[in-house]
């Protein structure tokens, strides 16, 4: 019990999407699995779930399309290419509070460095 859980595909007959989280609950005695819903807390039995997994953390890729009360966005110690201005953008899924874990030399480099896309979309439209 209190295993959270993260919605891994879309199940549209249980209304679920990628990325919905939950906690599992002793629901009636049985294993469900406890999702917010808009008019307060809906239980699903764990035989009813489609693809889900045990969800501890997510990226920021991941994560969006959702929000959360808290977030809390970590960046490696050491500055990294794979860390850009883009790792920041955690803080748009947090509605109360963002907690950053970084070292400044790795701050400093996700801040200064440009997000540079590749798609070559650019040069299609606009040759």
Same mark, same amino acid.
């Given at each position: 019990?209190?295993r959270? /859980? /993260?919605?891994?595909?879309n199940?549209?007959?249980?209304h679920?999407?990628?990325?919905?989280? !939950?906690?599992?609950?002793?629901g009636? !005695?049985r294993?469900?699995v406890?999702?917010?819903?808009?008019?307060? /807390?809906?239980?699903l039995?764990? @035989?009813?779930l !489609?693809?889900?997994?045990?969800?501890?953390?997510?990226? /920021?890729h991941?994560?969006?399309?959702?929000?959360?009360?808290?977030v809390?966005v970590?960046?490696?110690?050491?500055p990294?290419? @794979? @860390?850009?201005?883009? @790792?920041?953008?955690?803080?748009? &899924?947090?509605?109360?509070?963002?907690?950053?874990?970084?070292?400044e030399?790795?701050l400093?480099?996700?801040?200064?460095?440009?997000?540079? &896309?590749?798609s070559?979309l !650019?040069?299609?439209?606009?040759?």
């Open positions: 019990m209190g959270p /859980i /993260i919605v891994v595909r199940d549209y007959l249980n679920l999407n990628n990325g919905d989280v !939950g906690v599992l609950v002793a009636g !005695g294993p469900a406890a999702f917010p819903a808009p008019d307060g /807390i809906r239980e039995a764990t @035989s009813q !489609g693809d889900v997994e045990t969800w501890w953390a997510m990226t /920021i991941k994560s969006q399309g959702s929000e959360f009360r808290r809390i970590s960046l490696p110690r050491h990294h290419r @794979s @860390s850009p201005r883009a @790792s920041l953008h955690g803080h748009h &899924r947090a509605s109360e509070q963002v907690t950053l874990v970084a070292g030399a790795a400093r480099a996700a801040v200064a460095t440009p997000v540079a &896309r590749a070559g !650019g040069e299609r439209l606009w040759p």
